[in-house]
């Protein structure tokens, strides 16, 4: 049948999902991504255009999952509990593979051949999902007076500390010290009460 795809969409996407994941979206090539689908680069290339099309197909898969496995991690009635979870399951993520795959987001954006805007555009949707996910969840009930700062401030500094983990486990390549360091975070983050407002 004319325009129909003579492959397993999803499957191919899963597998150039993984590609780009490992060897970052500079070092791949459609060649690259036609030998890891078993896909021939022609049909690659009339299904998706070209390269930055497909990374930011599969980009927004990735986005879309990763959010909502971040708000399940955060859905904890207790919100020390949910901040421990989160950050587990971002160590997780990153820490998951031999070797370890990181990041993919932080990936992109410090590659210098991923400098596009659709590209950088569809980072900062993605971490701008994410900080609204935690600002949410850090301005429920079981949180107040317990913030050092107004939840989005909390939540800003949350986010940027996950990138900053990125590029501590590739050095350190010790998610153990991961978690000690999000603790210490999330205690600095529950230490105060802040005091009503004076009129």
């Known amino acids: 049948m004319a325009g129909r795809r003579q492959f397993d969409e999803q499957h191919t996407l899963g597998r150039i999902l993984d590609v780009f994941w490992h060897q970052g979206y500079g070092a791949t090539s459609m060649q690259d991504l036609a030998t890891a689908t078993g896909v ?20 927004e898969d990735y986005a879309d999952a990763f959010i909502a496995d ?4 955060l ?14 399951f971002t160590i997780n993520s990153m820490t998951r593979g031999t070797p370890p795959r990181g990041c993919l987001s932080t990936k992109t954006a410090t590659d210098t051949q991923a400098d596009a ?8 949707r993605m971490l701008d999902r994410l900080e609204d996910t935690m600002t949410e969840r850090l301005s429920r009930p079981d949180a107040a007076g317990r913030l050092t700062v107004p939840p989005a401030e909390a939540a800003r500094v949350l986010i940027t500390m996950t990138r900053g983990t990125v590029v ?3 050095v350190y390549q010790d998610p ?24």
Not at 117 to 124: C, G, T
Not at 189 to 194: D, E, K, N
Request: proline share 4%.
């Open 40 to 59: 021939q680069r022609g049909s690659l290339y009339n299904a998706y255009q070209d390269k930055e099309s497909l990374f930011l197909r599969v980009f």
């Open 70 to 73: 971040a708000g399940t991690a």
């Open 75 to 88: 859905d904890q009635p207790d919100v020390r509990r949910a901040l421990e979870d989160f950050f587990d």
């Open 117 to 124: 805007e659709p590209i950088r555009a569809a980072i900062r």
């Open 168 to 170: 501590i486990e590739r």
């Open 176 to 199: 153990e010290r991961l978690r000690a360091t999000a603790r210490s975070m999330i205690t600095m983050l529950l230490a105060g009460h802040r005091e009503p407002a004076t009129t």
